[in-house]
């Protein structure tokens, strides 16, 4: 969290320019932030189901889009006031799971993509700054662990992917910030 909401204040657009005070953005910002990176994500998903790509083909680019909606709804749930996502109390995130040997299948949608779009849709990007941070607990923590099943279902480790997604985007904005992972990498 605290490398996440530091790096904000320094990040760029695609003009350079740094645009982020810490405190000009309002949570319907963040809040449009994590939709618009989850609908990145939701798009590569029907590639994947129309069969324009194999899961393997998309499985980086479809961690790279887990990961900044994850990273965004961490500052989306900061700008509410909400505890760390990895604090115990959204602690789905990150328990750095192996990933998972069962079969997948690459024709279909996974009902958990439909779980997150529910959980996601639940929330009213006008009206959420009227909301009390404890009222919020249980989508943000729904949706966290819809995205989590999500990743699962690409074999994607999503603490993994969300470490490495913020690493890169930081080394590509000539950013002072990064992450390490529990096994030591960076």
Known sequence: RAANQARATMFKNVKGETKHSGSDWKSEDWLLAVVGEF????????????????ADEAKAKIAQELADTVIYLDLFWASMGGPPLADGRCETFFQWRAMRTSARMDNFLPVSALNATWSLGSLS???????????????VEGFLRDLDNLAREFWVDLGRAVVQTFNAKSAQQELPLFLSDPEGEV
Do not use: I, M, Q, S
Not at 42 to 54: E, G, Q, S
Not at 125 to 139: N, Q
């Open 39 to 54: 609908g990145e994500l939701c798009n590569l998903l029907k590639k994947v189901r129309r069969h324009d790509f194999t």
């Open 125 to 139: 990007v006008f009206t959420v700054a009227d909301w009390p941070p404890d009222k919020l607990v249980p989508y």
